[in-house]
């Protein structure tokens, strides 16, 4: 797969500037152009996201080309028009993996683009680290690859997660004992 065009979705946080190094470093090797997005909402005021977009472009160094762009709208579907619009080869982003209430009514930018991005997508897992005394909390990478579920679509070590492989086991017809003694 020749990458020509890698697309950084950010949201200036620590994650993400953790997967900038490492689009970065993945643009120079293949001689790829990086696009950093960021995507501000319709009711924010866009100018300190534009300095922070020309800090991160500028983190990049001068050895390498780098396209910034700033859209106002809805992150995961502005990601993926810009991945189409620009034909984009790789997506790489962070993912904060939010589970329960706080992925329910925020949603996940990041599985959203999984499921419905044009290219393939590479994601850098991280998780917050509770700070101790007055310490910034801090986030720290995993180095367990995951991906969605095919069952549910949480993220995962698994092709299947733990709770949707008991779920399977506890329905398999096997352990049925309504099933086992029609036999």
């Not at 904060?96 to 994601?123: D, K, Y």
């Not at 995993?142 to 679509?153: D, N, T, W």
Request: proline letters at 7%.
């Amino acid at each position: 797969m020749r990458l020509n065009e890698i697309l950084l979705p950010t949201d200036f946080s620590p994650l993400s500037e953790l997967a900038g190094q490492i689009a970065r470093d993945m643009a120079k090797q293949a001689g790829a152009r990086l696009h950093v997005l960021h995507v501000v909402a319709r009711n924010a005021n866009p100018s300190q996201s534009a300095e922070d977009l020309a800090r991160v472009s500028r983190a990049m160094g001068h050895d390498l080309r780098v396209e910034t762009a700033l859209l106002t709208g809805s992150s995961a579907q502005s990601i993926l028009a810009y991945a189409r619009e620009k034909h984009i080869d790789l997506i790489e982003m962070g993912t904060h993996g939010r589970t329960g209430m706080s992925r329910e009514i925020l949603g996940s930018v990041a599985e959203t683009v999984v499921r419905l991005a044009p290219c393939p997508i590479l994601t850098v897992p991280g998780v917050v680290v509770k700070p101790i005394g007055n310490s910034p909390p801090a986030s720290v990478p995993e180095a367990v690859p995951s991906r969605p579920c095919l069952v549910c679509g949480h993220t995962s070590e698994d092709l299947v997660c733990d709770v949707c492989r008991n779920r399977i086991r506890a329905e398999a017809p096997e352990r049925r004992t309504s099933c086992s003694s029609a036999i």
